[in-house]
């Protein structure tokens, strides 16, 4: 049986800074017609920074849509035009002060893929070293320290909440066989 869908129509709802919102109309793989509604992101990046001691370096952040302050692995969205690995080095600079000298993409996934086509690209960046972070100017962040098997731990009890701070931990922890 064919899955896929097809678009008929396509109608932008929404043009935002970050993102944009459209209305599809579509043709079911049995003929039916049927709405989506899609967020558009130009993609993001998250790091999980480990250093030599096998701590992790997380953000804490009060999160507006949910009205909590989750701790995170640091992220971003891609700027126009901008490569991941770009990102992903400008982000770890920006929210925690650091710069790597050694970089592996763990995996990219979608990260709503229900109604969102925001993809996220998961580093691991080691060989951590201390600079000057410049946050941006609307983002208010507490740096947080900790073993990534406690980080881990955490993930997995509920205490760490956020998506791509619990893949991105447990990548890691895979990944270094922890």
Sequence with gaps: MELRERQLNSKLIYKGKILNLRRDRVCLPDGREAFREIVEHPGAV???????????????????????????????????GEEPLDCARRELAEEVGLSASRWQL???????????????????????????????ADEFLEVVKMPLAEAVSQALNGTIQDAK???????????LQI
């Design 106 to 136: 763990l995996t990219t996934f979608y990260t709503t893929p229900g109604f969102s086509n925001e993809q996220m690209f998961l580093y691991l960046a080691t060989g951590l070293e201390m600079i000057s972070a410049e946050a941006d």
């Design 46 to 80: 998250a790091v999980v920074a480990l250093d030599e001691e096998k701590s992790v370096y997380l953000v804490r952040q009060y999160r507006y849509p949910v009205e909590k302050v989750l701790l995170e692995v640091p992220a971003g969205k891609l700027d126009p």
């Design 165 to 175: 701070s619990i893949a991105g931990l447990l990548a890691a922890a895979q990944f």
